[in-house]
């Protein structure tokens, strides 16, 4: 296991996508400044980026926002709210209904505008002096630490070994652990039981579960517990809802770290629409249709990763198990692939700006089987553009 504290991320230390970095346990201290100086990874490019500007008319496999969202009846909650806009903000209702949804106390509950938020509450409100982030995964949480004055440590998996986790490969002396479940761009989903063994006295375990409704009966996830020490669970209701525009997602944690994060908060963060969506995506009608949804999704995945298996010996390789609503593959060329997709009218997720992997890996979002078959019509072009 290398403890050395070099950013081997930087030219020069890549890898192919056999590899993708360093070994399960290798730590490297990300370079300062959260936009990419001194870093080889820009943590601020988001996949939103790819469908901007010139992008705005591709086919979107870029963003891991559910196609077709939101739905009408979650609209017109929505839409209803905006009759109660005089009046500030009133989350208790809201807070009650998170709370009910995970039979947790309201005290365990914070609203938040998106996960994102989240991330900035924890690196500005909390103690703490060795923060580590698990990568691949998503970079604001590494972006915000650094940008509240943090010296953030990486623990880098690796594509040789599914992306999975070995705990021991956290150093003890970490007093903040991040890691996603399901992993933003892994697609990998972590036992819940192997997380939990991060649990310290003494540690804040941040389990960042954007994706858990995606995943049929969220098996795995953690949102509820209240027996792992340090436990936060994030949530959002952006993805699976449709609802990116809006910022509503919540933290699940002990009431003292609630308390916390509450007191770093500003003064109504939550907007009226906001808090609506809140309300109504807990209600039992909603999480049967997003039961409904995860289970679609593992079949378009399916279809997906079968279509994407057939392009190995083009040097296509799938990161399995994927069970988020997106994929990663890794093959050569990928940057120039990236391109000609885009010429081709579809935009896709550029994997080398995610500590851990390179420019040979790129993220899908999961779509219905028709626009599936165009995008897999559309790589086998790409592909054989390359070739030529
Ligand atoms: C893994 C992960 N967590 C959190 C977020 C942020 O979600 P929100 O829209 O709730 O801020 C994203 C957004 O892309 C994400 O991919």
Redesign the pocket.
């Known amino acids: 296991m290398h403890t050395d504290r070099d950013d081997r991320d930087g030219p020069g230390g890549r890898h192919g996508p056999g590899d993708g970095g360093q070994g399960v346990g290798a730590r490297a201290t990300g370079g300062q400044g959260s936009g990419g100086h001194g870093d080889a990874h820009d943590l601020r490019h988001?996949?939103d980026a790819e469908v901007r500007d010139d992008g705005s008319a591709l086919v979107d496999l870029a963003?891991?926002v559910r196609a077709d969202t939101p739905p009408a009846w979650l609209r017109e909650r929505v839409a209803e709210s905006l009759a109660g806009l005089a009046a500030y903000p009133d989350g208790r209702a809201a807070r009650a209904a998170v709370a009910a949804r995970h039979g947790l106390p309201v005290e365990r509950v914070l609203l938040t505008?998106?996960?994102?938020?989240?991330?900035v509450l924890l690196a500005r409100a909390l103690k703490v002096r060795q923060p580590i982030v698990v990568h691949p995964?998503?970079t604001?949480p590494e972006a915000a630490l650094r940008d509240a004055g943090h010296t953030v440590d990486r623990v880098l998996l690796r594509a040789g070994d599914g992306f999975r986790l070995d705990p021991s490969a956290v150093p003890e002396d970490a007093d903040l652990v991040v890691i996603?479940n399901p992993?933003?761009p892994t697609s990998v989903l972590h036992p819940a039981a192997l997380i939990a063994e991060l649990a310290r006295p003494g540690r804040t375990l941040v389990v960042?579960e954007?994706?858990m409704d995606a995943v049929p009966d969220e098996r795995e996830t953690l949102a509820g517990r209240t027996d792992v020490p340090g436990l936060v669970v994030?949530r959002?209701?952006?993805?699976t809802w449709g609802l990116?525009g809006l910022?509503?997602?919540y933290v699940l944690a002990s009431p003292e770290t609630i308390a916390e994060l509450e007191r770093a908060q500003p003064l109504w963060p939550v907007s009226t629409p906001a808090l609506a969506a809140a309300e109504a995506c807990m209600t039992p009608r909603a999480l049967a249709e997003q039961e409904h949804a995860a289970r679609r999704v593992a079949i378009d995945r399916a279809h997906l990763v079968a279509g994407l298996r057939e392009f190995a010996s083009d040097g296509v390789r799938v990161a399995e198990p994927a069970e988020g609503p997106f994929v990663l593959i890794g093959l050569p060329g990928a940057a120039a692939v990236r391109s000609r997709l885009r010429r081709l009218g579809f935009a896709v997720r550029r994997g080398d700006t995610f500590p851990g992997l390179d420019d040979t890996w790129l993220r899908l979002a999961v779509r219905d089987r028709a626009t599936v078959n165009r995008f897999l019509q559309a790589l086998d072009q790409a592909l054989s553009l390359r070739d030529r």
């Open positions: 988001h996949g963003v891991n505008a998106g996960a994102a938020e989240a991330f995964q998503f604001e996603g992993t933003n960042d954007a994706f994030l959002s209701l952006t993805k990116a910022r509503i997602g």
